[in-house]
């Protein structure tokens, strides 16, 4: 179920609609934290807080290219594997 969640970062308040449970938005706010350089309050930067949104998300956005390039080369290695697998069953059954 939706719920309205609301948080402080560099003294802004947002709010932002969720069906995630509050151990994940706890995680995503931690993260998002984390890569803006923000402490627990949420306060930070000499840099004004839209200079440093806009670098969280490009921070953000190059990770997760990392990760869906790191998940396209497991899913190549995981498809050579099985493909590796049937042609051993395949021969033993012959």
């Given at each position: 179920?939706e719920r309205?969640?609301?948080?402080?970062?560099f003294g802004?308040?947002?709010?932002f609609?969720?069906?995630?449970s509050?151990?994940?938005?706890?995680?995503?706010?931690?993260m998002?934290?984390?890569e803006l350089?923000?402490d627990?309050?949420?306060r930070r930067?000499?840099l004004?807080s839209?200079?440093?949104?806009?670098?969280?998300c490009?921070k953000i956005a190059?990770?997760?290219?990392?990760?869906?390039?790191?998940f396209?080369?497991f899913?190549v290695q995981?498809d050579?594997?099985?493909?590796?697998?049937?042609?051993?069953?395949s021969?033993?059954?012959e």
């Open positions: 179920m309205l969640v609301q948080l402080e970062l802004q308040d947002f709010s609609y969720t069906d995630a509050e151990a994940d938005v706890e995680q995503i706010v931690s998002v934290r984390a350089g923000a627990e309050s949420g930067a000499p004004p839209n200079k440093m949104l806009v670098l969280g490009l190059a990770r997760c290219v990392q990760v869906e390039k790191d396209e080369t899913r995981q050579e594997s099985i493909d590796k697998l049937i042609g051993k069953v021969s033993e059954i």
